[in-house]
T-cell receptor
C-alpha cells in the first residue's frame, strides 16, 4: 500500500492556459474522488468515479473542467482556459468498495496546489 | 442543502490540556460522520469514522461522539501534545450520495 499519489505537487500557470493533474489511487481501490480546497475552507466535492464510470459531478465542475479514469486505474483532471479563481489545492482520494456507504473511508493524496497568475 | 459548521475556527491551548472540537450539521440523513486531520500544505488523514447507527468511536487519545438527531458531533482530544497541532475537519457522508461534505475546520495549536 503506497498511498494515493498525485502529480505534480505544485503547478503555476498563466491565465488562459490548460493544465492537467494526475492521480494514482491505492491499487485495487475502485472508487476515486476529486475535491477542491481553497485556503481556510474544507474540501469541496468535484466528481466521483467507480472504476471507469463517472457517476457523479458537482455543479462546481464547469465546462472547462473534465475528468477521466480510463481503464479504472489512474485518473486525470484537466482544466481548460484557467482563471484566477481556479487557484486552489486539488485533492484526490480513493476507497475500496465496501458494498455500503456506512463504512466508507477515504484515503487522500497530498494534493496538487494550482496557482493561476 | 447540507451545511457543516465547525466551532471554534481556531484554538490555542497549552500542552497537556484536554480539549473538545465541535461540529454541527443541518441534515440528519447521513450515512456516517468522519473526522480528518490536515497538516499545512498536505492531504487529509482519516482519524475516526462514526456510522449513523453509532454513538461514539475511540482511537488512542481521540474520542468522537455523534448525536444524529440533534446534528452534532464532538472530537475530544485527551492530554494534548504539540504534535497534535493541525487543522481538524469534520465531514458527513450524505445518504443516497457519493460525497463527503466538509466543514471549514478548526485550526489547533498546542503550545509546548
Amino acid at each position: 500500500d503506497t498511498g494515493v499519489s498525485q502529480d505534480p505537487r505544485h503547478k503555476i500557470t498563466k491565465r488562459g492556459q490548460n493544465v492537467t493533474f494526475r492521480c494514482d489511487p491505492i491499487s485495487e481501490h475502485n472508487r476515486l474522488y476529486w475535491y477542491r480546497q481553497t485556503l481556510g475552507q474544507g474540501p469541496e466535492f468535484l466528481t466521483y468515479f467507480q472504476n471507469e464510470a463517472q457517476l457523479e459531478k458537482s455543479r462546481l465542475l464547469s465546462d472547462r473542467f473534465s475528468a477521466e479514469r480510463p481503464k479504472g486505474s489512474f485518473s486525470t483532471l484537466e482544466i481548460q482556459r484557467t482563471e484566477q479563481g481556479d487557484s486552489a489545492m486539488y485533492l484526490c482520494a480513493s476507497s475500496p468498495r465496501t458494498g455500503e456507504g456506512t463504512n466508507e473511508k477515504l484515503f487522500f493524496g497530498s494534493g496538487t496546489q494550482l496557482s493561476v497568475l | 442543502k447540507q451545511e457543516v459548521t465547525q466551532i471554534p475556527a481556531a484554538l490555542s491551548v497549552p500542552e497537556g490540556e484536554n480539549l473538545v472540537l465541535n461540529c454541527s450539521f443541518t441534515d440528519s440523513a447521513i450515512y456516517n460522520l468522519q473526522w480528518f486531520r490536515q497538516d499545512p500544505g498536505k492531504g487529509l488523514t482519516s482519524l475516526l469514522l462514526i456510522q449513523s447507527s453509532q454513538r461514539e468511536q475511540t482511537s488512542g487519545r481521540l474520542n468522537a461522539s455523534l448525536d444524529k438527531s440533534s446534528g452534532r458531533s464532538t472530537l475530544y482530544i485527551a492530554a494534548s501534545q504539540p504534535g497534535d497541532s493541525a487543522t481538524y475537519l469534520c465531514a458527513v457522508w450524505m445518504d443516497s450520495s457519493y460525497k463527503l461534505i466538509f466543514g471549514s475546520g478548526t485550526r489547533l495549536l498546542v503550545r509546548p
